[in-house]
């Protein structure tokens, strides 16, 4: 069972910068593919951005809305991964959600994911 704990959500003004951590309970860069989604309030939880495993050739994936504005890493050593989120916007607010599969590569879709953090709340005033 991968346990999953979000932090570093926040208020912050449009243009500004945050960056979310995800910290891991055991080691998933190898065997689990990871990814970053979010829900706002009455939305349906989208897919942000996702990492695969790094047993796989390691792709990043980012949904159109947050290409060139969000960055998705990892660090295998401290079991970490992160989304350094650079001009943001209000409407990226939403809760923040990271999230496992048992499998090596990206999906788009929540269902596949079988691990879930908690969420970090990240509210963008403009």
């Known amino acids: 069972q991968v346990q999953l704990v979000e932090s570093g959500g926040g208020l912050v003004q449009a243009g500004g910068s945050l960056r979310l951590a995800c910290a891991a309970s055991?080691?998933?860069?190898?065997?689990?593919?990871m990814a970053w989604f979010r829900q706002a309030p009455g939305k349906e939880r989208e897919f942000v951005a996702g990492?695969?495993?790094?047993?796989?050739?390691?792709?990043?994936d980012y949904a159109d809305s947050v290409k060139g504005r969000f960055t998705i890493s990892r660090d295998t050593a401290k079991n970490t991964m992160y989304l350094q989120m650079n001009s943001l916007k209000p409407e990226d607010t939403a809760v923040y959600y990271c999230?496992?599969?048992?499998?090596?590569?990206?999906?788009?879709?929540?269902?596949?994911?079988?691990?879930w953090g908690q969420g970090t709340q990240v509210n963008v005033s403009s």
């Open positions: 055991e080691r998933t860069a190898s065997r689990y593919a």
């Open positions: 999230a496992a599969r048992t499998a090596l590569s990206v999906s788009y879709y929540r269902y596949e994911y079988r691990y």
């Open positions: 990492v695969s495993a790094s047993s796989y050739s390691t792709d990043f």
